[in-house]
């Protein structure tokens, strides 16, 4: 799992994405990328690009954002005041079921996309045909944490690259073995890419360079092997 360094490069220059616009061109045209780079993506350009982008109604636009979240849950896991959280039927648990106001046109809300793997397997496999190099994509949204102050991005959409990382019968470093040991490399490479994704500088684009390269697969992957199942979940 050692990797000696990492590069973090933001990509700047990308333009403001509208419906039908292909991820992969823009992300083409604004960055030189490499063989074995991994392409973090925000969510908010992918809701974008395919549409999930709601257009509030003026008479009551709260209730009408309320009744998008609802929309959106599979389940309602809590509730105070304006702040909802909730399933979506992609398995996360998180604030307003991942509707948001940021970064989109005021008097509008963006959703989370319906699919985020294939968004992201998409994106991939247009950079790697245009490029003939190999690259993993992951798609990001911001999320808060139970017990922690604080947000950080996490992975909601992952192809090529191992979502998380099974450690379990290898050794730690006095030589015993690692019993439960799970890395979630994808949320981990997208809170790294976070930290030169300026909300406020339009940057929702970065490249991590270096990672090692056994977290490359070609295996068809899923975010959802990073949701803990029902059954193996002490609260729920």
């Not at 809701?47 to 954002?65: I, M, N, Q, T, W």
């Not at 998180?94 to 046109?105: F, I, K, M, P, Y």
């Not at 981990?188 to 300026?198: C, F, G, K, Q, T």
Request: charge should be positive.
């Amino acid at each position: 799992m050692k990797n000696d360094s990492l590069q973090i490069i933001p990509v700047k220059g990308i333009k403001e994405v509208k419906k039908g616009d292909e991820i992969a061109e823009l992300i083409l045209e604004s960055a030189q990328i490499k063989d074995g780079d991994v392409i973090i993506v925000t969510q908010k350009i992918v809701s974008k690009a395919e549409g999930a982008v709601v257009k509030l109604r003026l008479k009551d636009p709260e209730k009408h954002k309320k009744k998008i979240v609802e929309d959106e849950s599979v389940r309602i896991v809590r509730q105070r005041g304006d702040l909802i959280i909730s399933e979506t039927r992609h398995g996360f648990i998180c604030a307003n079921a991942g509707v948001d106001l940021s970064n989109v046109e005021k008097g509008y809300v963006a959703k989370l996309p319906k699919d985020s793997d294939k968004s992201a397997h998409r994106i991939k496999k247009r950079i790697e045909s245009s490029l003939s190099i190999r690259v993993a994509v992951i798609v990001t949204d911001t999320f808060g944490r139970p017990w922690r102050k604080g947000l950080t991005d996490v992975a909601i959409g992952v192809s090529g690259i191992l979502p998380i990382l099974d450690l379990k019968g290898t050794k730690d470093s006095l030589g015993r073995d690692l019993l439960v040991t799970e890395i979630a490399v994808a949320d981990e490479l997208a809170s790294a890419a976070e930290l030169v994704m300026h909300k406020s500088d339009s940057i929702p684009v970065a490249i991590i360079r270096g990672i090692n390269k056994s977290w490359f697969t070609e295996r068809a992957v899923s975010i959802g092997e990073l949701i803990r199942a029902p059954s193996e979940d002490l609260f729920r």
